[in-house]
């Protein structure tokens, strides 16, 4: 198979300049999770093991394959005041739960993490493409070249998390794809 990113032409800006991690927009995920004693919504997605519950914890499951946003749209509606989420399974559903709760009105500050991948470089990761906006779901690393099923195009596994569309950045790249 031919790679179809174009190659450079005259005028081309130089490619960007590897940076660190903290000059990205990588999510970071902290070690042990704290927890306040307000009640969570704990929201085990996947396969996931269910964390331990505290009372007053509130425990619903995301399937392989569920919508968080229809189960967000049911569920927090019916939540007191001050009630935290928590949430766990892979990075990729992690992170859709928690776009679906922002848009639900959750704010960052109410929300934990636990990705059940995250001490994986190599991980499944939702990218969206910015040539045809296609959104699929890769197995690699930041900065690897992976091929956009939308478009066709190799693209750059960038350091730019989005989390109102829950995936990273995939830019077009002159880069060899896998």
Partial sequence: MSDPARPPR???AAPSAPVGPEATTVPRYPGPVVRTGAPH?????????DPDLRPGDRLVR??????PAALLERVLPTLVTGT???VTGPETAVQAVRAAALRGGALDEEIVLVPTDA?????DRTVHCGHCHHRSVVHADIGDAVV????GLVLHLAGHH????AAFLGAPTTQQAP
């Fill in 10 to 12: 005259p005028g081309d």
């Fill in 162 to 165: 989005s989390r109102r569309l």
């Fill in 62 to 67: 995301v399937p392989v394959g569920g919508d």
């Fill in 119 to 123: 001490g994986d470089a190599v991980r």
């Fill in 41 to 49: 919504l704990v929201v085990v997605t996947g396969t996931a093991p």
């Fill in 84 to 86: 935290r989420l928590l």
């Fill in 148 to 151: 956009c099923p939308g478009c």
